[in-house]
């Protein structure tokens, strides 16, 4: 049971035995009744937790459905807004797994050498696209012009496989997410969801490591 005072900073509520704690029987505060509240009191019970989605009707808190259904409304958006945020979380670790950088700096110099290595390859190359490899080459002074070529490739390749897959999971998220009904409902959609990804994250990582030069 909770117990009602007033303060002079205001209102505050403790539980039965924090307030028969807090002093003498003669020197505690007196509780207030919230079934009697006067305009102040009535003001601050509306937005406590323990009112937040009841109404006074003759002296007697009862539940209003719209309050608890928007309340409840509120809660289950907050709960979705945070799963999604997980799964981007799960999906940024992952890319970081598999490519070891993740800035956007990072990811648009591997492409600018992947298209240059991938134009060299098929014969459909020009002078910027030997350049672009010609310098890695000779500052690096660790592969042949090939080596780093089919290394670039790979590790190219292996981008695009992760940015789609780690597309399609996000996708796949916010699709399963978005029409839960109760965050009991979320709850389990969010773990039916965690374990697909786990399955498509250990075939993705074990496809990678089969990808010849994806290791150099």
């Given at each position: 049971?909770n117990i009602?005072?007033?303060?002079a900073s ?5 539980t039965q035995?924090?307030?028969?704690a807090?002093a003498?029987a003669?020197?505690r505060p ?6 009697k509240?006067d305009?102040?009191?009535?003001a ?5 937790p323990d009112?937040?989605?009841?109404v006074?009707v003759?002296?007697k808190w ?6 608890q259904?928007?309340?409840d409304?509120a809660?289950?958006a907050a709960?979705k807004?945070?799963a999604l945020?997980a799964?981007v ?5 992952l890319?970081a797994?598999?490519?070891g950088?993740?800035s956007?700096a990072?990811?648009a110099?591997?492409?600018g ?9 098929s014969?459909a190359d020009?002078a ?6 010609d ?19 790979a ?11 780690i597309?399609g999971m996000l ?5 399963a997410?978005e029409?839960?009904?109760t965050?009991e409902e979320l709850?389990e959609r969010?773990?039916a969801?965690t374990?697909q ?8 990582l074990?496809?990678?490591a089969?990808?010849?030069?994806f290791?150099k």
């Open positions: 049971m009602y005072i007033k303060t205001g209102y505050m509520v403790m035995d924090d307030w028969e807090c003498p003669e020197k007196e509780p207030l009744d919230p079934n509240p305009i102040d009191f009535l601050w019970l509306q937005v406590s009112f937040a989605d009841k006074l003759k002296g009862v539940v209003d459905v719209k309050k259904s928007e309340l409304a809660a289950l709960a807004s945070a945020a799964a979380h799960y999906a940024d670790e890319q797994s598999i490519l950088e993740t956007p990072a990811q110099r591997l492409m050498k992947y298209t240059a290595a991938v134009a060299i390859k014969g020009t910027g696209d030997h350049a672009v490899i310098a890695e080459v000779m500052l690096r002074d660790k592969y042949t012009k090939a080596e780093l070529i089919d290394v670039i490739i590790k190219g390749t292996a981008a695009k496989q992760a940015e789609g897959m597309n996708l796949l998220a916010q699709d997410f029409p839960a009904q965050i709850g969010v773990e969801i374990a990804a786990d399955a498509l994250k250990s075939k993705l074990a496809a990678l089969a990808v010849p030069n290791k």
